[in-house]
């Protein structure tokens, strides 16, 4: 009997080593695709279900910034700035329509931009446009911390909706810690806003309030979704919600 070929001339070929690619979060989150919930996500799952994704928060900051040149271009016309912020809101959703996108961040920030639009044309003050920001960012800055403070913290459940258990959270203190922690990163972004842009609005800096709100805006709260993911996605990778018993699934 002939002894098989040892040099391996006849043996079947090995397959090359399988090199997966693994982007920037990868590396610093030590997660991979993810499955789009909180403890297993990418940055930019998480944010394209909370915020819109960085589209989402362009979108958002659009308008105002075309006010503030237009304002500033125009020579402090007001009526120029508060069309041209308007054009700005259709020509995102128009753009959005035909590349047949979800336009919800536009129609989310519509009644806000119009009411914008309807207060500094009836005053004819510059920054009564970035008035309702200021009332909106201070009522959600309260509701925020109340819901916090009573043990009831709004991301919490905005987590538990996006992963489908609503509620499942409150049964891991760990959890509860980070949801509302993860709340307060938020309260102080609303509230740091306030702070900054209200003696802007009181002294009549359209400029300097309209160069601060979008510094302040979207990369203020990118930064606090991106504290918020760290601190839940610790929460559920230590802590993970108990598993129920099927008497509890039927109950």
Do not use: C
Not at 12 to 40: F, N, R, S, Y
């Amino acid at each position: 009997m002939t002894d098989a070929p040892t040099d391996g001339t006849d043996a079947d070929p090995v397959e090359p080593e399988q090199h997966h690619h693994h982007d920037v979060t990868e590396v610093l989150l030590g997660t991979d695709e993810g499955t789009g919930a909180p403890g297993d996500a990418t940055i930019e799952q998480l944010m394209t279900e909370s915020i819109g994704g960085w589209r989402g928060l362009f979108d958002t900051s659009f308008p105002s910034l075309v006010y503030l040149i237009a304002y500033t271009v125009s020579g402090k016309t007001v009526s120029t700035a508060v069309w041209a912020a308007l054009a700005a809101g259709a020509l995102l959703a128009v753009e959005r329509l035909i590349r047949r996108k979800s336009v919800r961040q536009v129609v989310s920030g519509l009644p806000l931009l119009l009411l914008s639009a309807w207060l500094t044309s009836r005053s004819g003050r510059a920054e009564d446009f970035y008035l309702p920001g200021l009332w909106l960012g201070a009522a959600t800055a309260i509701g925020l911390a109340v819901s916090a403070l009573v043990g009831h913290p709004i991301v919490g459940y905005a987590v538990g909706a996006f992963t489908g258990d609503l509620v499942g959270w409150r049964e891991v203190p760990e959890q509860r810690r980070a949801a509302s922690l993860a709340t307060w990163f938020f309260v102080a972004t609303y509230a740091l806003r306030i702070v900054v842009k209200l003696p802007l609005y009181w002294s009549g800096n359209v400029e300097a309030l309209g160069t601060v709100g979008l510094i302040m805006g979207w990369p203020l709260l990118a930064l606090s979704a991106y504290l918020s993911y760290l601190v839940i996605r610790k929460a559920r990778r230590d802590a993970p919600v108990p598993p129920r018993s099927t008497d509890d699934e039927h109950a």
